[in-house]
């Protein structure tokens, strides 16, 4: 099992930006697709964008495109959520996640497909 933590969770006005960190430990990192899902209070966990082993792939939820940017730097066993354009609706509990398979990407916006998760970073967004 791959150790996940996440950190750069807080309060920020509507229209700020926060980075959010997810650092691994455990398994090689490099070899497992990773992504960023979040649970809005009151709601189902829901996905929010995914990237490749390598970096060189990445896909978002709707809600984020062209706001949210994903990146992992496998020196650091780290994943990075950029988020800017913040929303009060972007408040949830925000979560990383491992592929289950290593070398496999599927794209996948799933939570089942991922194995390994962090306790989440709560991330509140004022209006």
């Known amino acids: 099992q791959v150790q996940l933590v996440e950190s750069g969770g807080g309060l920020v006005q509507a229209g700020g930006s926060l980075r959010l960190s997810c650092a691994a430990s455990g398994r090689t990192f490099s070899a497992y697709a990773m992504g960023w899902f979040r649970q809005p209070p009151g709601k189902e966990r829901e996905f929010v964008a995914g990237?490749?082993?390598?970096?060189?792939?990445?896909y978002y939820a709707d809600p984020v495109k062209d706001r949210f940017t994903i990146s992992r730097d496998n020196a650091k066993n780290t994943v990075y959520l950029q988020m800017n354009s913040l929303k009060p609706e972007d408040t949830a509990v925000y979560y990383c996640?491992?592929?289950?398979?290593?070398?496999?990407?599927?794209?996948?916006?799933?939570?089942?497909?991922?194995?390994?998760w962090g306790q989440g970073t709560q991330v509140a967004v004022s209006s």
């Open positions: 996640a491992a592929g289950r398979i290593p070398n496999y990407y599927s794209r996948s916006r799933s939570h089942r497909d991922f194995g390994s």
């Open positions: 990237i490749s082993w390598s970096g060189g792939d990445t």
